[in-house]
T-cell receptor
Framework: ETGVTQSPTHLIKTRGQQVTLRCSSQ?????VSWYQQALGQGPQFIFQ???????GRGNFPPRFSGLQFPNYSSELNVNALELDDSALYLC????????????FGPGTRLTVL | AQTVTQSQPEMSVQEAETVTLSCTYD???????LFWYKQPPSRQMILVIR??????QNATENRFSVNFQKAAKSFSLKISDSQLGDTAMYFC????????FGAGTTVTVRA
């Protein structure tokens, strides 16, 4: 049990819609990262937030955006959903140290029809 | 950009036996951190073991140990005395400020 929670567990949307995924970080953690994991593949880094500001981004278009709140909860927003956005979305929390381990939530399974 | 390569898509091992998963990576940095994560069918990504690149001693956590070869940029995971609960997908990951993952190795432990 990592203490990192995500909601919802599963979600089905249609192409063109918008979606918001939520993550609640472990107490004491001030960074949160989001990853996209396509079926049978390794997770791909979307972006990271530190003290409510984005401070690193992977190769994802601007329609992927996020927020981090003072209570260390976080959101991932995806606009104009495409079929290829179907994946498991993982959030991970940690502290701002390169040595620190990131702890993952259970993920949200998004299906785009 | 860092790349992580896991060349074994699937591995099968008999219960109580040993299995070794391979991982290679590419980086120009001298100080970094390497991880093995386990993802069972429940999807929860669980930390198995961590290695700091500046430490020459290989990390060990109970039945899990690594063989870290910095010059060769190799980071293999050995699972000893395999148990049915070890059945999962295993990911090697490199960390700078983010984690870069390999494609994963599916490990199946047979009774």
């Amino acid at each position: 049990e990592t203490g990192v929670t995500q909601s919802p567990t599963h979600l089905i949307k249609t192409r063109g819609q918008q979606v918001t995924l939520r993550c609640s970080s472990q107490s004491g953690h001030n960074t949160v990262s989001w990853y996209q994991q396509a079926l049978g593949q390794g997770p791909q880094f979307i972006f990271q937030y530190y003290r409510e500001e984005e401070n690193g981004r992977g190769n994802f278009p601007p329609r992927f955006s996020g927020l981090q709140f003072p209570n260390y909860s976080s959101e991932l927003n995806v606009n104009a959903l495409e079929l290829d956005d179907s994946a498991l979305y993982l959030c991970a929390s940690g502290t701002w140290l390169a040595t620190d381990t990131q702890y993952f939530g259970p993920g949200t399974r998004l299906t785009v029809l | 950009a860092q790349t992580v390569t896991q060349s074994q898509p699937e591995m099968s091992v008999q219960e109580a036996e040993t299995v070794t998963l391979s991982c290679t990576y590419d980086t120009s940095e001298s100080n970094y951190y390497l991880f093995w994560y386990k993802q069972p069918p429940s999807r929860q990504m669980i930390l198995v073991i961590r290695q700091e690149a500046y430490k020459q001693q290989n990390a060990t956590e109970n039945r899990f140990s690594v063989n870290f070869q910095k010059a060769a940029k190799s980071f293999s995971l050995k699972i000893s005395d395999s148990q049915l609960g070890d059945t999962a997908m295993y990911f090697c990951a490199f960390r700078d400020y983010k984690l870069s993952f390999g494609a994963g190795t599916t490990v199946t432990v047979r009774a």
